[in-house]
DNA sequence: CGGTCCCTTGATATTCATCAATATCAGTGG
DNA sequence: CCACTGATATTGATGAATATCAAGGGACCG
């Protein structure tokens, strides 16, 4: 981790939020000008994190919560048995770290898929800064609770759907995330493993292989190793929620 | 809603979180008596709501989130097809409505499984107060992050669990949750359907049904109807993770 | 007492995991 | 540049877990 005695200095840099291009998705949206400034004297930007090393473990007590710059991560736990599992997969302007605020300690590991740049936000500043800048304690509250609602969906995903529908929502996700945030929505790298996609869906490795040779026969992708090519959206959302062939007796409801 | 005219003035009534029962569970955790009071100003109690009946609807503006007193609440969202996922099951000092913060209006529905009476919290004045009172602040996200451990834990179930694990692990969870309340943790009454089981955990009812039947003749469990005794709680936890010991005692709590 | 919903049980179908055998890729060092 | 190595991915064959279909029984509620 210290490798490098020549970039210890430049380790953590002051951040500016008010000239990222994240802020309208990440911690800042909402936060006046002069607000963003106490924000940025706060927050620190880490050096970048090369593929495969770790942003934070499970067990580190909870000293920060992180925002992604660039890159991506995924968030997984440690049965005790040793098998994983991954809990998400985030990017740019996602932050990570949330679900330690709870008993102090992450229960998850966030590990960079690709080198990865974040934010450190060290929580009880940033505790005490939301007290003072109702803006941030909005948006705090309001990214905790999209993450709720993110799972909520998830578990319906893992719940209810086919191993189809889940890849396929999957796919969508990613894709609507990446145009989001200015990259392209129909050609992009899957850093992750296909072990990792198949761990996140409940889903066996070789499944997920099968579908992706699936999907690509019957011409909604191209798949190059972990390069993705959307090649018909609509098809791809209707895998990804063709399960309403199912007869809805809306008797009940 | 203003059925009975009589009824309307104890519809709403001034609460005193510092006599409740369920106040180191709930919101107050951590928050100075007189801060407390504070609190107890905003809050009311609602007049009970009977079984079937909603505490809040799907598309619901956010106005308040609530927290439950006694009773049962299931809070499940409705798919476009109509079909229903079940996204949780609640008991009293739980909070209900905070995954609608993001959007600002409540993507679940949450029914009263038995008469279950709620302390309304009016959002915005929660927010407010919570800027003043830091120890609220801190409650608030901490049971935010709460429910992030508790839906990632059941992501891990949906994706990586037998149907067998699954259904061991409510009932461990449940038993858990009643004890941490002062209920029986060997005794206890289901009252959501055997639909609504199977909705949470991604089962057919037929499955749920025939796992209770061989609970039953394992010895693990006499099921009579929505009455469950647990009969031998450590095979109860083995079968919930024939790989994970997870600990019921208060790692937390 | 009749109806309706809910639960249980059995028989069958289907999806997906598992096992096993290559195949491909990314490094590493010759 | 190539051979070697271990990790990762694909593909096929098989089986197990669980959904689905079908039918009957029981509980609850008017």
Redesign the interface.
């Known amino acids: 981790m210290d490798d490098s005695r020549n970039v210890i200095d430049i380790a953590s840099v002051k951040v500016a939020c008010q000239s990222c291009g994240l802020r309208q998705l990440c911690l800042p949206a909402g936060v006046s000008p002069q607000d963003m400034e106490r924000l940025d004297d706060i927050i620190r930007r880490l050096r970048p994190i090369s593929r495969g090393g770790h942003v934070f473990r499970a067990g580190d007590p909870l000293s920060s919560i992180y925002a992604i710059r660039s890159g991506w991560v995924k968030t997984y ?1 440690l ?3 040793g ?1 994983e ?1 991954v ?1 998400g997969f985030h990017l740019a302007g996602e932050l990570v770290g ?6 102090g300690e992450h ?2 590991s966030a590990k960079a898929l690709d080198t990865t740049s974040v934010c450190e936000i060290p929580f009880e500043r940033l ?2 800064l ?3 800048v ?1 803006g941030l ?2 948006q ?10 993110t ?2 969906e ?3 995903l ?3 759907r086919s191993a189809e529908e889940r890849l396929a929502a999957l796919l969508l996700s990613i894709s609507g995330r990446l145009k989001q945030r200015g990259y392209s929505a129909h050609e992009f790298r899957l850093p992750m493993s296909r072990n990792d996609i198949g ?4 889903l066996a490795v070789e499944t997920v292989s099968r579908l992706f040779t699936r999907f690509q026969q019957q011409g909604l992708l191209s798949v190059e190793n972990k390069l993705v090519t959307v090649e018909n959206l609509d098809a791809l959302k209707f895998a990804a ?1 063709s ?2 062939n ?1 007869d ?1 007796p ?1 008797a ?2």
């Open positions: 736990a049965a005790e048995d098998n599992q809990t949330l679900d330690a605020i709870a008993s229960p998850c505790e005490d939301s007290c003072e109702p304690q909005r705090l509250l309001r990214i905790m609770s999209q993450e709720l609602t799972d909520e998830l578990l319906m893992l719940g209810k761990n996140y869906l409940g929620g399960c309403s199912r809805a809306s009940r409801a």
